[in-house]
């Protein structure tokens, strides 16, 4: 029998040099994805889904301006104006690191997700804004939902900004959780109901289980520990 696997810091050294988080969040999203995979009634798959970024480039060519006659309008009848308000836009780098579970009866209906959280995710307003949003965009959809954040490096409680974003009352802890992971499930009922399931997350300790609702009913158990031992097996973090 292997010995429990404990959570590491990947975002320090030598971790961070030699097993970069990126490549590490990779092998676990397909690791959690091969568990489910085999937990998973035969109507349901579950996916990968791993990005970076995107940045978006566009490049407009840059060509002397000059105002000409246009559609019998002499060039002289108008001019241009300095513009009521300018500014920068932030564009924030969009880190996608997630397992999608689909109904395959359903037109491919995303009943699921689970959520590793990215520095990227934390670093400014816009992209914590942006990762809140997506978040309840899915329950909203009534798709079940895990977010785990095992990031040292940034301490935004993640979590804490959805719970804004919806407006709920939802008791929060008394001090930020730097690490965690946190199950959703939504229920119709007279009113949706939102059911939270959060454990604390600590390096040098084990991850826990947690339920991945795929309908109001139907849950399966996400053994974080089961994939998370994988994944290091897999890139030979002892």
Same mark, same amino acid.
């Given at each position: 029998?292997?010995? @429990?696997?404990?959570?590491h810091n990947h975002?320090?050294? #030598?971790? /961070? %040099? $030699?097993?970069?988080w990126?490549?590490?969040? =990779? &092998? ?25 970024? @995107? ?8 060509? #002397?301006? /000059? %105002? $000409?006659?246009?559609?019998g309008?002499?060039? =002289? &009848? ?48 816009a992209a ?23 990031v040292?490096?940034r301490?935004h ?8 974003l ?14 965690y992971a ?14 939270i ?35 290091c ?6």
């Amino acid at each position: 029998m292997e010995p @429990p696997m404990t959570l590491h810091n990947h975002f320090i050294p #030598p971790l /961070s %040099v $030699t097993r970069p988080w990126e490549g590490f969040h =990779s &092998a676990w999203a397909t690791m959690i994805a091969q568990d489910l995979n085999g937990l998973l009634p035969p109507e349901f798959v579950a996916m990968p889904q791993t990005s970076r970024g @995107p940045i978006v480039e566009i490049d407009v060519a840059t060509l #002397p301006f /000059s %105002v $000409t006659a246009t559609r019998g309008v002499a060039a =002289s &009848a108008w001019s241009l104006v300095e513009p009521a308000w300018s500014g920068t836009m932030d564009w924030s780098a969009r880190d996608l690191f997630e397992v999608r579970v689909i109904d395959q009866r359903d037109g491919s209906r995303l009943v699921g997700a689970i959520e590793l959280i990215s520095p990227a995710n934390k670093d400014r307003p816009a992209a914590r804004q942006a990762f809140a949003g997506k978040c309840a965009g899915y329950l909203r959809l009534g798709a079940g939902l895990i977010v785990v954040d095992e990031v040292t490096t940034r301490h935004h409680d993640l979590h804490r900004q959805l719970v804004e974003l919806l407006e709920l009352e939802a008791p929060q802890p008394s001090e930020v959780d730097p690490l965690y992971a946190v199950a959703y499930r939504t229920q119709q009922e007279e009113a949706t109901r939102l059911s939270i399931w959060r454990a604390r997350l600590s390096v040098g300790s084990g991850l826990p289980t947690l339920p991945l609702w795929l309908s109001s009913d139907l849950a399966v158990p996400v053994d974080l520990d089961l994939s998370y031992h994988a994944a290091c097996k897999l890139l030979r973090i002892d």
